[in-house]
């Protein structure tokens, strides 16, 4: 952890953060044909990131509207798992 003039950050790598790691399997995913096999598995690591309530215990306003962003992505890759799980043949349960 370091001070900057805006506060205190984290040297974390990015690979180990969830949101960018399911970002960066999201847009994988999304780069794949619609018919391809890989997206639902890309898609479904990207699904299993996710744990919880994003931001839990902080109510600010930036906070509340990041949560509210984040769970109609989560919302929609779901919708675009399910149709590549169903393309694949797989009709998930």
């Known amino acids: 952890m370091r001070r900057d003039t805006v506060g205190y950050l984290l040297g974390i790598p990015p690979e180990l953060v969830d949101l960018p790691s399911f970002r960066a399997l999201l847009a994988r995913a999304r780069a794949t044909g619609a018919d391809d096999p890989c997206r639902a598995e890309l898609l479904g690591r990207a699904l299993r990131l996710w744990r919880g309530e994003a931001l839990a215990g902080l109510n600010s306003d930036w906070a ?3 949560r509210r ?25």
Do not use: I
């Open 69 to 93: 962003t984040l769970l109609q992505l989560k919302h929609e890759v779901l919708a675009e798992w399910v149709d590549a799980e169903v393309r694949a043949g797989r009709a998930p349960r």
């Open 64 to 66: 509340q509207r990041l």
